[in-house]
Structure formats: C-alpha cells, structure tokens
Nanobody
C-alpha cells in the first residue's frame, strides 16, 4: 500500500507562484511514474504533468512553460512548481503514483487563483 500526501496548495493572485509537494510512504525510486492531476467541479480529472522513474516528463499543453514537475528520490517526494498562475488553474490538485498495475491517489490539495 502506498500513501500519498499532498501539500502546498492555497490562495494566490494571478501571475503568482505555488509549489505543491507530494510525499510518498514508499520509495518512489521503484515507482513506474508519478504525476499531478487536477479536477474542477463537474469535470473529469485530467493530467497536468507526469514524471517517470527515469526522469522523463510530460505536460499538458495548458501548463507547458509555466509548470515544472520534479522528484527527489531521497525524500520520496514529487513537486509541482507552478508559475504564472492563471484563473483557469483553479482546481483541486491530486498526486498519483503508478506502481506496476496499481494506481494510488492522494487526498488532493486546493489551488485557488484570484484576480
């Protein structure tokens, strides 16, 4: 069983920055990949950014050039640095880990961008 705990969400003005953290209970070095997903009310959860065990990254078009995903294997933590935040980035952000065929999700952290 893998437990993921997100932190770092909050209220920020448009144009500002936040850094989300996802701390895992296990060694993320062995995880196939980890990622950040967002969800707004009434819509499906969607991918924001992912990072593989080898360090390859992938981003949604809407966040390319503004968000950066990274991982610290020693701390078993994945980060999402979010810069130049827009009103449209307002959502609950979830951390996900893929270990073999199993998917694990955190509880989510709210990010609210105000004008």
């Amino acid at each position: 069983q893998v437990h993921l705990v997100e932190s770092g969400g909050g209220l920020v003005q448009a144009g500002g920055s936040l850094r989300l953290s996802c701390a895992a209970s296990g060694s993320i070095f062995s995880f196939n990949d980890m990622g950040w997903y967002l969800q707004v009310p009434g819509k499906q959860r969607e991918m924001v950014a992912t990072i593989t065990s080898g360090g390859s990254t992938r981003y949604a078009d809407s966040v390319k050039g503004r968000f950066t995903i990274s991982r610290d294997n020693a701390k078993n933590t994945v980060y999402l640095q979010m810069n130049s935040l827009k009103l449209a980035d307002t959502a609950v952000y979830y951390c996900r880990a893929r270990v073999g065929l199993a998917l694990y999700w955190g509880q989510g952290t709210q990010v609210t961008v105000s004008s």
